[in-house]
């Protein structure tokens, strides 16, 4: 069975920094394609990193420079540092593994499998 778990959510203030983790089991992690997407209320889901197995990264327009997407293949842990929070960035964030050898993408019909979010609040 494959999982996709997510920790490290919370509340926090504006221009705060917080670290999500993904640990992934079920499938060999090293050679998946990875992503973290998030929805905020009454908005469609939006792609905000995603990192292929080689490690190659892209970034939503709204997150470049903010946050950054890692992988540790032998933990199958999959991260996203975000710094300098700001309240737009409040929504659920999911972790997603797409197929062996895809490339870094936001197209959710790429991403096989999802975790069940954690919940990212950024207020004043």
């Known amino acids: 069975e494959v999982q996709l778990v997510e920790s490290g959510g919370g509340s926090v203030q504006i221009g705060a920094s917080l670290t999500l983790s993904c640990v992934t089991t079920g499938i060999r992690y090293d050679t998946y394609s990875m992503a973290w997407f998030r929805q905020a209320p009454g908005k469609e889901r939006e792609g905000v990193a995603s990192?292929?197995?080689?490690?190659?990264?892209i970034y939503g327009d709204s997150v470049k420079g903010r946050f950054t997407i890692d992988r540790d293949n032998a933990k199958k842990l999959l991260t996203l540092r975000m710094n300098d929070l700001q309240s737009n960035d409040t929504a659920i964030y999911s972790c997603?593994?797409?197929?062996?050898?895809?490339?870094?993408?936001?197209?959710?019909?790429?991403?096989?499998?999802w975790g069940q979010g954690t919940q990212v609040t950024v207020s004043s």
């Open positions: 990192i292929d197995h080689e490690g190659e990264t």
């Open positions: 997603a593994a797409g197929y062996p050898y895809g490339i870094a993408t936001f197209d959710p019909q790429g991403f096989r499998w």
